[in-house]
DNA sequence: ATGCCATCCACCGGATGA
């Protein structure tokens, strides 16, 4: 079973690719996230026409996440994190799918808050968004279900997660509580699904319009598949569609996937 | 220190992103 995780940057403007995607990739479900529409403009009649069944969270120009089933309808389970009322951004979407085996796997969509300028109130927000993040992770895990939490956390990990130290030294990515906040949630018990295949990282998700990011291969790692303890156990392989970061009109995230034998 | 590019909305420049 094949779960991705894919920041689209608008799901007007990369519908042929997003399209193309998926009937060349066939991923069994596809975590959406920076759709950028309200709900009345996400494009599900195309989506159906290639076979896939879908749930979204939209919001207007920003945020905005969805997942997309193959063969099927996802069952919501969570639509936005508890904690703060206040929150209006659609950051957060979680649905049950059936597995090709009969089971079931639990996902979730997730467009974690980038955080810049650091420090600030939206570094502060992202750090709030993680606690909140971290409280359902520990529900899920709790339920003891096999689980993928796949999205762009926003977070770039280690150190061997980006081109450049010193160029991101100061962003909001790659603070030390934005790490923190990351690790808390690994420590709980979840997988991260490329940082244990490539230990050696060097391993990008993004890579910035701005500056030649994809001609000079200068991008960091901050779209991520956390695995429950019963989904790790059944991790076959995982991986990056970085060709398709280089097509026409691509987005300026690539597709990132994990494979469960389940 | 800022723009670099791309998207969105809405009216063409401003906000946002990472």
Redesign the pocket.
């Known amino acids: 079973m094949k779960i991705a995780s894919f ?1 689209i ?5 990369r519908l042929p690719r997003l399209l193309e995607w998926l009937e060349e990739t066939k991923p069994d479900v596809a975590c959406l996230q ?1 759709i ?3 709900d009345e ?1 996400f494009p599900a009649a195309e989506f159906e026409k290639i076979g896939y069944g879908a749930i979204w969270h939209g919001q ?3 945020n905005g996440v969805a997942i997309l089933t193959r063969d099927q309808q996802p069952e919501e389970t969570k639509r936005g994190l508890d904690g703060e009322p206040e929150d209006e951004h659609s950051r957060y979407l979680e649905a049950n799918v059936t597995a090709p085996g009969g089971g079931t796997v639990r996902v979730a969509s997730i467009y974690l ?2 955080g ?2 650091q420090p600030g109130p ?1 570094f502060d927000f992202k750090l709030r968004w993680m606690k909140r993040l971290r409280n359902r992770a520990s529900e899920i895990w709790r339920e003891e279900i096999p689980a993928v939490l796949a999205g ?1 956390y ?1 977070v770039i990990p280690r150190d061997n997660d980006v081109f450049s130290v010193k160029a991101m030294e100061n962003d909001a ?1 790659m603070q030390p509580e934005s790490r923190q906040a990351y690790q808390r949630i690994l420590h709980d018990g979840w997988t991260d699904a490329l940082g244990v295949t490539y230990p050696a990282g060097k391993i990008w998700t ?1 890579w910035d ?3 030649g990011g994809w001609q000079r291969d200068q991008g ?1 790692r ?1 779209d991520h598949l956390l695995l429950s303890p019963l989904a790790a156990d059944h991790l076959r392989s995982c991986g990056v569609d970085k060709e398709h970061r280089g097509r026409e ?1 691509a987005s ?1 995230h690539a597709p990132t996937w994990v494979e469960l034998n389940l």
């Open positions: 920041n940057n608008g799901i007007k403007a920076e950028k529409t309200q403009g207007k120009s920003f808050p980038n810049n300028p939206k762009d926003n990515l993004y319009y701005r500056s960091f901050i009109k300026d």
